[in-house]
């Protein structure tokens, strides 16, 4: 399937920093880019995607951008909480798996008071 | 509610034992989906599913079989030849097209 790579694995912040996330695809034809938020022992929750018509995206303190040429696409996430804290995944589809996402390998992100 | 049941939360099995994981959803999605998670590993496809009676492959489908025979249904069997079991399992669903995937809160096997 499509190549997925995501960067940092692990990324501790102080409470009220911002936090980056980035991840790269390998397939061209990918036009959705979503981003998953997953609590321990529970499934992944969406909290933001792009589309590939569209450069940045918005949500009060999380953002994305999406780089089509570079093909990489980044997560912001502004004025960090301790409840932020959590596993992030980034994922790309592409046609020949019926829309199924392949994700990256996932971040853990850690914010402390 | 609408949403994404998966059954059992917690499974354990002697090793050699077919297991059947069940995944019901009553979103009326089209598709569903089956993930494999590991520490470290991200999510990996097993199986997905567009249509009733109709069914591919994903990444890493050894050792495992589904059925589509429901819409709302879409029940993962793990079988003997699957050389690693243990895992946390994710079903989802979705409308088809690309878009939300819809997650279930998984289940996780231990083989003995």
């Known amino acids: 399937g499509e190549n997925v790579e995501q960067h940092p694995s692990t990324l501790s912040v102080q409470e009220g920093d911002s936090a980056v996330i980035k991840c790269t695809y390998s397939d061209s034809a990918s036009n959705y880019f979503p981003w998953y938020k997953q609590e321990l022992g529970k499934g992944p929750q969406l909290i933001i995607d792009?589309?590939?018509?569209?450069g940045e995206k918005k949500d009060q303190r999380i953002a994305v951008t999406l780089n089509k040429t570079a093909k990489h696409f980044s997560l912001h996430i502004t004025e960090t909480q301790p409840e932020d804290s959590a596993v992030y995944f980034c994922a790309a589809s592409f046609g020949n798996s019926g829309y199924a996402l392949n994700f990256g390998k996932g971040t853990s992100l850690l914010v402390t008071p | 509610d609408g949403g994404i049941t998966q059954s059992p939360k917690y499974l354990f099995r002697k090793e050699g034992q077919n297991v059947t994981l069940s995944c019901e959803q009553n979103?009326?999605?089209?598709?569903m989906y089956w993930y494999r998670q590991d520490p470290g590993q991200g999510l990996r496809l097993i199986y997905y599913s567009q249509i009733v009676n109709d069914f591919q492959k994903g990444d890493i489908a050894e050792g495992y079989s589904v059925s589509r025979e429901k819409k709302e249904s879409f029940p993962l069997t793990v079988t003997s030849a699957q050389k690693n079991p243990t895992a946390f399992y994710l079903c989802?669903?979705?409308?088809?097209?690309?878009?939300?995937?819809?997650f279930g809160e998984g289940s996780r096997l231990t083989v003995l």
């Open positions: 979103l009326n999605h089209d598709a």
């Open positions: 792009i589309r590939s018509n569209v």
């Open positions: 989802a669903s979705s409308m088809v097209g690309p878009g939300e995937l819809f």
